[in-house]
């Protein structure tokens, strides 16, 4: 075999040195560049290697000393002597470099001391160098990619685990060790899947493993909810999303990965929602809530089965019929109404309390945050029902966006009713009371209710003055019975016993006439139970004008 001369060899370096991908480049002691292959110069951003022959190598490369934007500590000088000492410190591995047009990118840059033969002193450096911009970003991205899945993990209040199916460990991260009842830092209570078992709530731990083993047994990743025990015996509820993992063949299954989330707050508030909606189904006042949108949010029982909608609690779940079949903008046939909200006030409503509600309710309880009023329900039958409703908007905070808006009615039938009866009644009270010739008054202890026309009559005086002081009419009383009918009136009220006098008054036309007036307490039945208010009894008084009678009795006297 023929041997290869020197400059055979020096062209099979050259051609190496000019093909090869990354950056080549030599310096003298001094740091000077002395060669430059045609990568190297691509980097820099010089078309050719003489524009940088000669200049120092620290123009091109810099450090954090030099540049902000350089990692690594780096100057040419010190890099020279360490080479020559023998001791390349690792961290030169990595360099901040500026290309011409005066950006700049991350390398890696590997140095070593450029000698003519093995044990020869050093006559130079060789340098090579590697854009890692690419690797830069993809490690940038990775992180970032990690800090998210990290806040997203600590925003769910989550801990993720691993169950190593081959050594059958269990590892926690710090979130899990919380979530199982250690202090933060300890050590996990527990390293294989034996001692998690004596975690797990036992009536949940037959369900869990048998609902994971489907899971597995199908290839595909489960959710699954369940009870954990803590050492002092609290209970916290646990949701954990898994995820079986295999090898590369996808044949052999080798851990299961997930993440735990604590549910307690959740599940105690969902717990709690249930008891507010089980006391509300337990009202008889209808209590509905809409969306801003009209959509029905909630009806309590009392509602449903006035409306016609099953007798099934719903919270934002929709209904399974309604008597009124697939309303406009129903979601489906057999689904609540999801009416826009005046469709839904309209829906429901007569059009006289449909017309209040929009025009007047819903405008002043956007505007005041309530109102309150009467109006009246259709039920299933179509029959009015009047009703007090009270409707209050809700808000979030702190933007005020409306999210629902809640109202209340009360079947106020039997009040109505009541009203209608006692208006009735009072109407026949008058009617009676107005036709008869003699003085009838009601009254409390502090005002006159109530005293017919017939007081006009007789006393001379008006009724209105009489209302303005009901004491009044005892200015009428002759001079000389006065004081002792104001005197035995007094005891009469105050002892609560029966008053029976006869007496002079004088009219305001200077008249005389003779009065025989009675008042007799009356017990206050619309006191109901309250003792107090049933002593603080009425008085009913009557008044005869006797005045024919009195002459002839005294003319017969005569």
């Not at 449903?304 to 934002?316: A, K, N, Q, S, Y």
């Not at 006869?502 to 206050?524: A, C, K, T, Y």
Request: aromatic share 6%; net charge negative.
């Amino acid at each position: 075999m023929k041997r290869k001369t020197k400059t055979d060899s020096d062209v099979l370096y050259q051609s190496l040195l000019t093909c090869h991908p990354e950056g080549v480049c030599t310096l003298d002691l001094e740091g000077r560049f002395t060669y430059l292959n045609p990568a190297a110069c691509d980097l820099l951003g010089h078309e050719s290697a003489e524009s940088l022959l000669g200049h120092a190598v620290s123009e091109v490369i810099c450090t954090r000393k030099q540049c902000r934007a350089c990692p690594m500590e780096f100057q040419d000088h010190s890099l020279v002597a360490a080479l020559i000492a023998g001791k390349i410190p690792r961290g030169y591995e990595e360099v901040c470099v500026h290309r011409s047009d005066g950006s700049t990118f991350p390398a890696a840059i590997n140095i070593a001391a450029l000698r003519t033969g093995e044990g020869e002193p050093a006559i130079g450096l060789v340098l090579s160098l590697r854009d890692i911009t690419e690797q830069r970003k993809q490690e940038t991205a990775l992180r970032h990619r990690e800090q998210r899945f990290a806040l997203a993990i600590e925003a769910a209040n989550a801990a993720v685990w691993e169950f190593d199916l081959v050594t059958g460990e269990v590892h926690f991260g710090p979130r899990g060790i919380e979530i199982y009842g250690c202090p933060p830092g300890s050590a996990v209570p527990f390293h294989d899947y034996e001692s998690w078992r004596t975690r797990i709530h036992p009536d949940d731990l037959l369900r869990i493993e048998a609902e994971a083993h489907a899971a597995r047994e199908q290839g595909v990743p489960w959710i699954v909810d369940y009870r954990v025990i803590r050492p002092n015996g609290e209970i916290r509820h646990v949701r954990s999303a898994c995820q079986q993992l295999c090898d590369d063949d996808g044949g052999v299954p080798l851990r299961i990965v997930g993440f735990e989330e604590d549910r307690t707050a959740e599940v105690t508030t969902l717990e709690r929602l249930q008891q507010l909606v089980a006391i509300l189904d337990n009202t008889s006042d209808f209590v509905v809530m809409h969306g801003p949108d009209g959509r029905l949010v909630f009806m309590n029982a009392a509602g449903r089965r006035v409306v016609g909608l099953p007798d099934e609690p719903f919270l934002g779940a929709p209904a399974t019929t309604t008597p009124y079949g697939v309303a406009p903008g129903a979601v489906g046939e057999g689904g609540p109404p999801a009416f826009t909200v005046e469709e839904s006030i309209r829906h429901y409503h007569p059009e006289w309390a449909a017309d209040l509600l929009l025009n007047e309710a819903l405008p002043t309880a956007m505007r005041d945050g309530i109102w309150q009023g009467e109006t009246a329900i259709i039920d299933a039958q179509g029959r009015e029902i009047p009703t007090s409703q009270v409707i209050i908007p809700h808000r979030s905070t702190p933007s005020g966006e409306l999210t629902e808006i809640s109202t209340i009615l009360r079947d106020i039938s039997q009040t109505k009713q009541a009203q209608e009866e006692l208006a009735l009644s009072e109407r026949r009270f008058r009617q009676i009371a107005e036709s008869i010739h003699e003085v009838f008054g009601l009254s409390d202890k502090e005002k006159l209710l109530y005293v017919n026309p017939a007081y006009e009559t007789i006393w001379g005086r008006s009724t209105e003055s009489l209302y303005a002081d009901p004491c009044s009419f005892s200015e009428a009383i002759h001079p000389e019975d006065r004081d002792q009918i104001i005197a035995d009136l007094r005891e009469a009220r105050e002892t609560r016993s029966d008053f029976d006098a006869l007496f002079r008054i004088i009219r305001s036309d200077g008249e005389v006439r003779w009065v025989h007036m009675q008042s007799v307490p009356v017990r206050n039945n619309d006191a109901g139970e309250d003792e107090a208010a049933a002593k603080a009894l009425l008085r009913a008084s009557t008044a005869r004008d006797m005045t024919e009678h009195e002459e002839r009795l005294r003319g017969r006297q005569k």
